[in-house]
């Protein structure tokens, strides 16, 4: 869509925070206009100013440690950055609404979700309770929440992820604002729902004539949105121009380094591209940066499409009785099959998880949620198999119960031979030294109070390894350095951390007891695109590195291909296909798969130009 009149125009804006070292220009002397209807992507990394860019529009950035310096932000020819607080606090939600990033964190726990909705309404709308829950529920059904009525009256807990953000889109729409800020409205969603949501919003700003600042890690997803695109790093805009532009001609290092870093399902790359490919920034005293653009050779290249082993599959007669002979999966270049015979590391047969429904004064059992329902898949040593679907499909709940944290129902795991279900006491702690499981979230599955020195140290000292603190210690720095920390960082805690880095330590404190198997449970998921890609080179490197295995738990298809060897693709608790991943990308055989596929945003520019 064209803009024909211009809604919003920053310039020069300057935010700075107060912190322990000195004043950081968060957003450093920015300048953008986003016209009426029209979409403009505000893309780049955590640590980048986007976020604080919405919050600076909103007026809503903490007054104790944080300052709009410098600049002005006209909205409809009113400085923002000036207008008297009573003014802006009409403006905001009436004029200019906001979805927030974590919808979980963003809706109240304790208050029904059509209650918080309905709030909003009457705050702005000065309408009674009855109106403002009658244009919830119009809302509500916009958005596409199924069963309106009865939703208006669930709680938080009660929804899906997809859900709950479609409840923070109707609340930022409540009073119709002419500017929409959507903050990472789809990281961390399965890529079916994110692809519902950014069709949602398009459908909402042509509806409504609205128009849309979103603000993302992922080209990937601009590409499916916006009309222009504003590439902002460490503060600054480095580019921004029309979104065919930036994705034919980028001018910056910065973003052609964005850009490569997300893995495509054509991608021939055994390592990914990284923005350090792309050039090399330096600080300088007063915060700004020198860019030193670097060129990524063919000979580089090259490289990346070569450095590391290829697919190894199952053995030849597997694949062909599964409907996958080995000659499908022949453009993923050295390929190699499991020998005939070998005895696999990890099976799973005919695996039942099912919690029960309770009903009645007597809490009886009326029925069972079938988590995972009847499930069998093999996996050999030194393979990566990857386990793909939506939220609620059965995978995590299958990787957790291969590391007992989950009770099965009925059928058997057997860990090189030996049945696990029987294991407890010492036979359980010597199989979790060897199987260990890397959690999506490394903030809430690293201990605050811990130093990472105990965080390393504490698995070591449970399964009795190292002969001494010292020793225990020696070790742990030796981990971090695997994984691209540094020493130092040992007595620093997980809130100092990035994102990135804090999975690098959950990585690190999974090999602290020399495992053989990892599962890494959505392990890159809420990571920016340049973090992921160097996870996920670096979960290649030490397999390779220490002859692990792997189970990749994923829902986006385009990740689990690049670093999986066979894939599972579960829907329902159920396995729906299995086969290399290569061959299941060219061939799928179930329509389940084929929707996966098509909900990947597409960066090929015939796409982006239609």
Same mark, same amino acid.
């Not at 500017?179 to 969603?189: G, N, S």
């Not at 994110?194 to 409504?208: E, N, S």
């Not at 040992?490 to 880095?501: A, D, N």
């Not at 220490?546 to 608790?573: C, P, Q």
């Given at each position: 869509m064209i803009a024909d009149a211009t809604l919003l125009k920053i310039d020069g804006l300057t935010t700075v925070f107060r912190t322990d070292e000195g004043p950081l220009k968060a957003v450093n002397e920015l300048s953008l206009q986003l016209g009426t209807g029209e979409t403009l992507g505000l893309v780049g990394e955590s640590g980048s100013g986007k976020s604080v860019t919405s919050l600076s529009i909103m007026r809503l950035l903490p007054t104790v440690s944080a300052t709009l310096a410098s600049g002005t932000i006209s909205y409809l020819g009113k400085d923002l950055v000036r207008l008297p607080e009573p003014q802006m606090r009409r403006i905001r939600g009436s004029e200019i609404g906001m979805i927030f990033q974590e919808p979980g964190t963003s809706l109240n726990p304790v208050f029904r979700v059509g209650q918080q909705v309905a709030e909003a309404i009457q705050l702005h709308e000065k309408v009674n309770f009855r109106e403002a829950k009658k244009r919830t529920i119009a809302l509500f059904r916009e958005v596409g929440i199924p069963e309106p009525e009865r939703r208006f009256d669930s709680f938080p807990h009660e929804m899906s992820g997809g859900q709950k953000q479609r409840v923070m889109i109707a609340m930022a729409l409540s009073c119709n604002p002419k500017l929409l800020i959507a903050d990472e409205p789809t990281t961390a969603l399965d890529v079916t729902i994110q692809k519902q949501i950014l069709d949602l919003l398009r459908q909402l700003r042509?509806?409504?004539?609205?128009?849309?600042?979103?603000?993302?890690?992922?080209?990937?997803?601009?590409?499916?949105?916006?009309?222009?695109?504003?590439?902002?790093?460490? @503060?600054? %805009?480095?580019?921004?121009?029309?979104? =065919?532009?930036? /994705? +034919? $001609?980028?001018?910056?290092?910065?973003?052609? @380094?964005? %850009?490569?870093?997300?893995?495509?399902? =054509?991608?021939? /790359? +055994? $390592?990914?591209?990284?923005?350090?490919?792309?050039?090399?920034?330096?600080?300088?005293?007063?915060?700004?940066?020198?860019?030193?653009?670097?060129?990524?050779?063919?000979?580089?290249?090259?490289?990346?499409?070569?450095?590391?082993?290829?697919?190894?599959?199952?053995?030849?007669?597997?694949?062909?009785?599964?409907?996958?002979?080995?000659?499908?999966?022949?453009?993923?270049?050295?390929?190699?099959?499991?020998?005939?015979?070998?005895?696999?590391?990890?099976?799973?047969?005919?695996?039942?998880?099912?919690?029960?429904?309770?009903?009645?004064?007597?809490?009886?059992?009326?029925?069972?949620?079938?988590?995972?329902?009847?499930?069998?898949?093999?996996?050999?040593?030194?393979?990566?198999?990857?386990?793909?679907?939506?939220?609620?499909?059965?995978?995590?709940?299958?990787?957790?119960?291969?590391?007992?944290?989950?009770?099965?129902?009925?059928g058997r795991i057997a860990y090189d031979g030996v049945d696990i279900n029987s294991f407890q006491g010492e036979d359980l702690q010597r199989y979790r030294s060897k199987m260990q499981i890397i959690f999506q979230d490394p903030y809430s599955s690293l201990n605050p109070r811990m130093t990472v020195e105990a965080v390393l140290t504490e698995a070591m000292q449970i399964h009795g390894m190292g002969s001494s603190r010292r020793d225990r210690r020696e070790k742990a720095a030796q981990l971090l350095v695997e994984v691209g920390l540094e020493p130092l960082h040992l007595r620093r805690y997980p809130h100092e951390f990035s994102g990135g880095q804090r999975q690098r330590i959950s990585i690190a404190r999974a090999l602290a007891v020399e495992p053989e198997f990892l599962i890494c449970d959505e392990s890159v998921s809420a990571l920016d695109v340049s973090v992921q890609a160097q996870v996920l080179n670096l979960l290649k490197n030490l397999q390779e590195q220490r002859n692990l295995t792997y189970i990749f738990i994923s829902h986006d298809l385009s990740v689990v291909k690049f670093m999986s060897d066979m894939m599972a693709v579960m829907s329902e608790g159920k396995i729906v296909e299995f086969g290399p991943s290569e061959a299941i990308y060219a061939h799928p055989k179930h329509d389940y798969t084929r929707k996966l596929i098509s909900s990947i945003p597409d960066v090929a520019l015939e796409h982006i130009e239609q």
């Amino acid at each position: 869509m064209i803009a024909d009149a211009t809604l919003l125009k920053i310039d020069g804006l300057t935010t700075v925070f107060r912190t322990d070292e000195g004043p950081l220009k968060a957003v450093n002397e920015l300048s953008l206009q986003l016209g009426t209807g029209e979409t403009l992507g505000l893309v780049g990394e955590s640590g980048s100013g986007k976020s604080v860019t919405s919050l600076s529009i909103m007026r809503l950035l903490p007054t104790v440690s944080a300052t709009l310096a410098s600049g002005t932000i006209s909205y409809l020819g009113k400085d923002l950055v000036r207008l008297p607080e009573p003014q802006m606090r009409r403006i905001r939600g009436s004029e200019i609404g906001m979805i927030f990033q974590e919808p979980g964190t963003s809706l109240n726990p304790v208050f029904r979700v059509g209650q918080q909705v309905a709030e909003a309404i009457q705050l702005h709308e000065k309408v009674n309770f009855r109106e403002a829950k009658k244009r919830t529920i119009a809302l509500f059904r916009e958005v596409g929440i199924p069963e309106p009525e009865r939703r208006f009256d669930s709680f938080p807990h009660e929804m899906s992820g997809g859900q709950k953000q479609r409840v923070m889109i109707a609340m930022a729409l409540s009073c119709n604002p002419k500017l929409l800020i959507a903050d990472e409205p789809t990281t961390a969603l399965d890529v079916t729902i994110q692809k519902q949501i950014l069709d949602l919003l398009r459908q909402l700003r042509d509806q409504r004539g609205m128009s849309i600042l979103f603000i993302t890690h992922d080209l990937g997803v601009i590409a499916e949105i916006a009309d222009r695109v504003a590439v902002m790093f460490r @503060g600054r %805009l480095v580019e921004q121009g029309p979104v =065919e532009q930036i /994705f +034919r $001609r980028p001018q910056h290092p910065y973003t052609k @380094g964005l %850009l490569a870093c997300r893995p495509r399902l =054509e991608t021939k /790359f +055994r $390592r990914l591209p990284t923005v350090s490919d792309f050039m090399d920034a330096t600080r300088r005293p007063d915060g700004s940066y020198d860019i030193i653009e670097k060129e990524l050779t063919p000979a580089r290249l090259a490289l990346l499409e070569s450095t590391g082993r290829g697919r190894l599959l199952h053995p030849r007669a597997e694949l062909k009785k599964l409907g996958h002979p080995v000659e499908e999966a022949a453009t993923a270049g050295a390929l190699t099959t499991v020998p005939e015979g070998q005895r696999p590391l990890l099976s799973l047969d005919d695996l039942q998880i099912y919690y029960p429904i309770r009903k009645g004064l007597f809490r009886s059992v009326v029925g069972n949620v079938k988590a995972v329902d009847g499930i069998s898949f093999k996996v050999y040593r030194g393979q990566t198999l990857g386990l793909v679907g939506e939220s609620g499909c059965g995978k995590t709940t299958t990787g957790r119960a291969i590391v007992k944290l989950v009770p099965t129902t009925a059928g058997r795991i057997a860990y090189d031979g030996v049945d696990i279900n029987s294991f407890q006491g010492e036979d359980l702690q010597r199989y979790r030294s060897k199987m260990q499981i890397i959690f999506q979230d490394p903030y809430s599955s690293l201990n605050p109070r811990m130093t990472v020195e105990a965080v390393l140290t504490e698995a070591m000292q449970i399964h009795g390894m190292g002969s001494s603190r010292r020793d225990r210690r020696e070790k742990a720095a030796q981990l971090l350095v695997e994984v691209g920390l540094e020493p130092l960082h040992l007595r620093r805690y997980p809130h100092e951390f990035s994102g990135g880095q804090r999975q690098r330590i959950s990585i690190a404190r999974a090999l602290a007891v020399e495992p053989e198997f990892l599962i890494c449970d959505e392990s890159v998921s809420a990571l920016d695109v340049s973090v992921q890609a160097q996870v996920l080179n670096l979960l290649k490197n030490l397999q390779e590195q220490r002859n692990l295995t792997y189970i990749f738990i994923s829902h986006d298809l385009s990740v689990v291909k690049f670093m999986s060897d066979m894939m599972a693709v579960m829907s329902e608790g159920k396995i729906v296909e299995f086969g290399p991943s290569e061959a299941i990308y060219a061939h799928p055989k179930h329509d389940y798969t084929r929707k996966l596929i098509s909900s990947i945003p597409d960066v090929a520019l015939e796409h982006i130009e239609q």
